[in-house]
Structure formats: C-alpha cells, structure tokens
C-alpha cells in the first residue's frame, strides 16, 4: 500500500476544518498591519508576501507556493498584527483556518501538529539559506536559485514545466539587486538555453550549472 505523504495529509486536514477561497490575480488575501487572525494554505498558485518600510519602500520578502503556509506568525502571541502584506501572483485557491481553530488543532492533534512543526523547521532552513546566498553569492546565482525555487526544483513532485507571469521588479527585489541587472542576466540564461520565455518562464535543469558553478 503507498503511503500518503505528510504534506498531503496536512493539507486535507486544512481543508476539512478550515474554508476555502478563491482568490484572483493580484487580490489581497490581508494587509501589513491587519488583525493576524488566521492561517491560510495554498492548495492551488503562488502567494508574494511584501514589506512597506515607513520610507513607503516595498520589498518582497518571500514567494510561496503550493503546500506553504501563509500568516503562520499569528500563532505568535507577540504578533497581534500582520507584519506583512500577502497577495496572490496568481489565481489561487486557498484554505483559510482561524486562529482559534488551528491553536486546537495543535494542541490536540499530535500528528497534524508533528507535521506543522515539519514544515516549520523545513520554512526555517530554506530562511536560513536565503540569507546565506544573500550573504556569500552573487546577483547572478542568487537569481538562478530562486527561479530553480520558484520552479520547484528541490522539492516533492515534479518541477513545473513552466513558472507563472513574474515580473523584472519582483525578481529583482528578491535577489536584493537591480531590475537592470535581473534583466542583464535574464538574457544571458537565455541565450545559453537555461530558460525560455513562453507565456511565463520555463526553467530547464541546466540552470544548476550557475548554481554549482564556483
């Protein structure tokens, strides 16, 4: 008998007790500064969360697709608020889970919470060497890893043949460079053959080569 994975499992679980909701291309799902009073999972697209700085400077901080949480913080009694702003880089669908529902949920369901805690400890390494690459790598690699991330190389299932519509901005501010050089690099991958534009971004496995490359 195959087993279901834990993510699958953890999903239907969100699904049983939680809503779920359709969002469109470009909806709010909340906003920086919002009641934090829910947890959302994506079954179905892609989630940018991003920052407003009291300079009124935006940056996205996080791209998050099928299988991710969304507004997890709020379990964090510290956290009353939304520290950030999540809304949809596609049409989605999308478990909404109060708060009050979730904290149960945790406390007495020992496998569900085991998985949460899973994913947690997963969210923090994939933090944990963000910043890394932030640190140590350069503009090219930095942007050769998360279009690998966003295409889902590294994870369970198959990668995606194609990554939705992302623009040159977006990209930029998750690689902490500028649009001019997203682009500068953008067409270099191309050229090369390590991507191709057609109707979104389709990302081909030898774009590893920038990634290892020393």
């Known amino acids: 008998m195959k087993s279901i994975p834990d993510a699958d499992i953890l999903l239907a679980t969100m699904v049983r007790e939680g809503t779920t909701v359709h969002y469109h291309k470009g909806q709010v799902l909340f906003s920086q500064g919002d009641p934090a009073d829910a947890v959302f999972s994506i079954q179905e697209g892609k989630v940018k969360l991003t920052v407003i700085s009291k300079q009124n400077k935006e940056a996205v901080i996080a791209i998050l697709t099928v299988g ?6 709020c379990l964090v009694g510290q956290h009353p608020v939304r520290l950030a702003t999540a809304s949809a880089m596609t049409d989605c669908s999308i478990v909404r ?9 945790l406390r007495d369901d020992n496998v569900f919470s085991g998985q949460v805690l899973s994913y947690v400890l997963a969210r923090n390494m994939r933090i944990e060497a963000d910043l890394v690459d932030q640190l140590f790598n350069s503009s090219e690699k930095r942007l050769a890893r998360i279009l690998l991330l966003l295409a ?7 990668p995606m043949a194609v ?3 992302i623009s040159q901005e977006t990209l930029a501010g998750l690689v902490g460079t500028t649009r001019s050089r997203v682009s500068f690099f953008m067409n ?3 050229k090369l053959g390590f991507i191709h534009y057609n109707g979104g971004i389709e990302v081909h496995s030898s774009l590893l080569n920038i990634v290892l490359h020393d």
């Open 68 to 73: 991710d949480f969304v507004g997890e913080a």
């Open 97 to 105: 889970l109060a708060k009050p529902a979730m904290i149960r949920l």
């Open 152 to 158: 889902n190389f590294g994870k369970e299932g198959k």
């Open 163 to 165: 990554i939705p519509e």
């Open 188 to 190: 270099r991958f191309r």
